[in-house]
C-alpha cells in the first residue's frame, strides 16, 4: 500500500535506522542525509519517512508531504549555507532514478552546468 514501509527498500531502511546514514536532519514526516557518493561539496538527499516510489507518485498520493520535502531542502540549503544550490528529483530509470523511494538531491557549493547531462 502507498506509504507503507517496503521490506526491500533502502531508504525505508535508513528511516527506521536498519542501516546508517548521516543525518543531517529530521522532522516527523522526513529525513535528510549525506549522500553516500556526493556529486557535490554539499549532496544531502531529503526523503518522505512514508515509502513513495518517486516524485510523480508522492505529489498524486500526499501534497501536503510533498511540501514537506522541498521545505526541507531548503532548511538544508540554509543550514549549509548556500546561495545557490539545485533540487533533483530524477523520476524513472531513464531519469537516472536507481533508489526507488522518493528522494530530492540537494546539490550545492560549487558551480553548476546547465543542462545537466
Ligand atoms: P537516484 O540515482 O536519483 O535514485 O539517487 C540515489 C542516490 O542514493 C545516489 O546518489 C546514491 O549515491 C545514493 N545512495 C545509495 N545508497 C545510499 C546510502 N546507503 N546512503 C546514502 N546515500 C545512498
Ligand atoms: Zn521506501
Redesign the pocket.
Known amino acids: 500500500m502507498a506509504g507503507e514501509p517496503q521490506d526491500d527498500c533502502?531508504f525505508c531502511k535508513?528511516v527506521a535506522g536498519h542501516?546508517p546514514?548521516?543525518i543531517v536532519r529530521e522532522t516527523e514526516t522526513t529525513v535528510a542525509?549525506?549522500?553516500?557518493?556526493?556529486?557535490a561539496p554539499t549532496?544531502v538527499?531529503v526523503i518522505p519517512k512514508a515509502h513513495h516510489r518517486d516524485a510523480a507518485a508522492l505529489a498524486e498520493a500526499d501534497p501536503t508531504l510533498t511540501a514537506d520535502v522541498l521545505r526541507e531542502t531548503k532548511a538544508v540549503a540554509e543550514e549549509d549555507k548556500l546561495e545557490s544550490y539545485r533540487v533533483?528529483?530524477?523520476t524513472g530509470p531513464g531519469a537516472?532514478?536507481?533508489?526507488?523511494h522518493v528522494?530530492a538531491?540537494v546539490l550545492g557549493g560549487r558551480g553548476m552546468q546547465w543542462p545537466p547531462g
Do not use: K
Not at 542525509?33 to 556526493?38: A, H, K, L, T
Open positions: 533502502l535508513i542501516i546514514a548521516t542525509f549525506r549522500d553516500i557518493n556526493p556529486q549532496h538527499l533533483v528529483f530524477n537516472g532514478q536507481t533508489v526507488f528522494h538531491h
